[in-house]
């Protein structure tokens, strides 16, 4: 059946399960799909129905509509029938501005967003310089590396970890598994990381309350103990865990993924090593290339709407493949979508988002890789993969896509 033909019960079967084989070539599949059209019914891997935006234009309209909401209570039967616990402190992701709509959302990124602004992030340059260039030490002496392992994971979780308040110990380590942790469906391990760290962190607010530090995490205490009562303490942990599980693997992934493309691409690494001071264009060119979040979060539709020619009901579940609509700004990009150009002009991407949901921490995603990857680059100037890039295995499941390890050779 051709896109946009038969019955509205025909338009509502899904077109395709996203599978582990899916994920592990997704853009190729989505560039599939962006030529039948820009709206999708699929299946995800949980076994829940939704809609999918694959195309820059619909996307952008899909992020901004008044009826596309975080609200999931009219879909509640939808995601209860497979097994999907919503919006509940206390587990995943719940109580936090990216799972709020208007007012609670405003209120709850106002508070968190003073920490964020780019003057602010600019000031923790040099300290992201010093963690990189200990990993990038740490590296040296060995020629090879999981670089996932040994740089692209541990350099996000420490930043995120410092800017928090969270002391250095053996929790750190864990919080790589304990964030895997995503909305939706949990596994029984997945819930018991989430659990874990949820209470790690609300132990570190109840010992900061007593002790409080030069860190976000007693700022937002502070606000708490306003006495205009802005911040109930479930919200308090919703938006610890959220800057947590935000902060962390989205820029693992991306660092790995521009990486892997780098790879592909060795002229594009050389000229980046000989003209440093296209690296800020360069990190544009990389989001809108191969980011690391590669669907949206869940979107529940108020209201019957339209969109890409598809009759869409109250109910309804409606994600964004950000990475596919990335692609496909090829008017605004100047062409050649497919491959990676850090000369292109300023690219237009959506890896960050849109609308109220754009992401906090983008200055900071920005400047960690500008500092990795051009660190990286000028450090290990033969720096290669030490495997078949075509077999490296993909994460299978959720809505990030990254490489499940990276092994490079260098000298
Ligand atoms: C929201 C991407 C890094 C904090 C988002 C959204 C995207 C995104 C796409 C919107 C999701 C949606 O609308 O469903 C990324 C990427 C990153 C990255 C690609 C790295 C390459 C970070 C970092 C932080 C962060 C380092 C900070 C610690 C947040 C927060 C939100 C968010 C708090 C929710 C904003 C809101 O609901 O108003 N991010 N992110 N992100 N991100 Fe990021």
Redesign the pocket.
Known sequence: MSYGSGTEVDQRRPALTITPEFKADSLRRYAELRAQGPVHRVRFGSGLEAWVVVSYEEARIA?THPALLKDSTPAEKALAAVGFIMNKPGVGLGG?????DPPT?TR??RL?AGA?SPRRIQQLGPRIQQITDDLLDAMAPQGEVDLVEAFTGPL?IT??CE?LGVPEGPERRDFRSWTSATLGRLSDEQRAAALKLNQYLAALIEHKRSEPGDDLLSALIAVQNQEDGQLTQAELLG?AV???V???D??V???ANTMIGLFRQPEQADLLRGRPELMATAVEEF?RYD???EL????YVAEDLELGGRQIRRGDVV??A?GSASRDAPQQNGGEPDVIDVERAAARH?????????????P???L??FIAIGSLLRRFPDLRPAADLPGLSWTPTGMMRGPLSLPVRFT
């Open positions: 992020l936090n501005m990216l799972e709020s959302h709850l990124r968190v964020f996000p930043v995120i800017l938006t959220l800057l947590v935000a902060g962390h989205t820029t992934n991306l660092l989001l980011s690391s979040v949206s979060t869940n979107r994600a964004v950000l959506i890896a960050f988002g849109h609308g109220i949901h754009h992401c906090l921490g983008a900071l995603a920005r960690e890789a």
